[in-house]
Structure formats: C-alpha cells, structure tokens
C-alpha cells in the first residue's frame, strides 16, 4: 500500500503548544492535515481567523479537518444549553467553508444517567421519542447550513454505542451531509462492539482515527500494541479514507510515521 495514495493527518497536541508549532510539526513529518481540536482554548470559534489559518496552510502545503468539542450535546434537555451546542456546530460549518475543511469530526453524547438499584438508565434512552426528535432537528439545520457545499459531519465511535445512539446516527445517516468515523482504537477498547455497525454502514465511512491498543489501553503509537493495523490501513485505502494517526505525544506520532512508512 503506497502512502502517497493517501491522506494522513495528526490531532493536534498538547506539546505543541502554539498553531505555528504545530503546523510546523505536521509539515517535518510529511503529513497531509491536522484535526483541530476545539476542546482546547486556542481552538475555539473566537480564536480561529480563517485568513492566518489559511496563510499557515498555504505556507506548508497542509489543510485541516475540525473535530468538535467533545462536550456536545446538541441534545441535552435543557433548551438553553442544546441550542448553545447547535449555534456552535453551525458557526464551525461557517469557518470550514472558509478554510475549505471537508470533514468534522464529532463524539455522540450519551447524556445523563440515572443509577438504580439493579441498574443504570441513561435518560437518552428513557426518553427516547425526545432525544431522536432532537436528533432529527439537528441533523435538518446542519443539511440547511451545510447545503451543495462538500462538507461531512463524520460520527466516531467512542466506548461502544447504546441502541438508541445507532437509532440516532441512522437518522443522521438519512442526510447525506452526515457520515462515519471509524475510530479503531476505541473500538478494541470497547472489545470490539462497534466494528459490526460501523462496516453495515461502511459506504459512509470516510474518516479513520488509527492508533494502536493493548487491552484497553489507547492512543499508543502503531506497532507497539496488539492490534491488526495494516487490516485497518487497507479499509482506509478500499474506501479512500483520510487517518489521523491520532497518538498523543509528539514521539508516538514519529513513531507511528515510521511504522506507516514500514509497513504501509
């Protein structure tokens, strides 16, 4: 498999600090884009001027992807803070279509819950006529914003899906502004339990969070933990995904660029 056939990225990192830094950082390693992260402060919507970002991308012939604030909940119960979460969402769909950014990235919200004395009930799923109709209504306002522009809302997977999420990302799925995020990291950690529907749904896989595992430990650097990469690498190339090699520290990203150029 012929790395430059594809598109590889990294998340942005603690260690780097400044924007600049880490521009730099993804042009040294020969990487394609970087995954701003808006959980941190000097990614947030206030702090992002499309014409710096785009001058620091022409100057290293890179280009970005966003992932979304890990907190959002476009669905909570309380209006205030739902529509909080979707004026966010629809602002980053303004700032991509400045900076040509072609995929968000975005983690589905469990949301509350409440614990019995035999079990655990995730309001979601309690009140589930709501929380889809939520969904439903998020899911038309990113169509309108969005529009003819090629821009996917990419859902990842996290810690393993509830049935009411998989209830939710088909309806998001119905939209064609709405796609997958394969993140094979998480799915070892969670033993597995989303790779069946993320491939019933593979035609709208278009972005692959690749690190390695060891039991349920995340986020290592490729070839150091216990999982089959190059069966991931090769997904990614059959239906032309974009990787984030999404370890945390500068030298497990080096260390993965040097696995992908191994092996790949």
Known sequence: ????????????????????????????????????NMNMP??????????????????????????????LNVCDFNSYVAEAYRKT?????EIAK???????????AKGVYFTLPDRKVLLFSEYKEQYLKSIADFRDMCEIAIGENDIKICIENCDGYEDFQKEAIELLLKSKVFALTFDVGHNHGAGGTD???????????????????????NHLALGIGEMDIEKYLSLAKELNCRVVLETKTIDGLKQSMEWIKKNA
Do not use: W
């Not at 710096?52 to 890990?70: C, N, V």
């Not at 993320?198 to 039991?215: F, M, S, V």
């Open 1 to 36: 498999m012929a790395l430059e056939v594809m598109s590889f990225g990294m998340p942005t990192l603690i260690e780097t600090s400044t924007f600049p830094e880490c521009a730099k950082l993804c042009a040294e390693l020969g990487l394609d884009f970087i995954e701003l």
């Open 42 to 71: 000097q990614y947030q919507l206030q702090k992002i001027d499309a014409d710096y970002f785009r001058s620091i991308a022409e100057k290293h012939g890179i280009y970005y992807t966003i992932h979304l604030d890990e907190n």
């Open 89 to 93: 969402v629809a602002d980053t769909i």
């Open 98 to 108: 400045q900076l040509n950014i072609k995929v968000l990235n975005m983690h589905m």
């Open 195 to 217: 790779e069946k529907f993320i491939l019933k749904h593979k035609d709208r896989l278009k972005h692959i969070h690749l690190h390695d595992a060891q039991d349920s430990k």
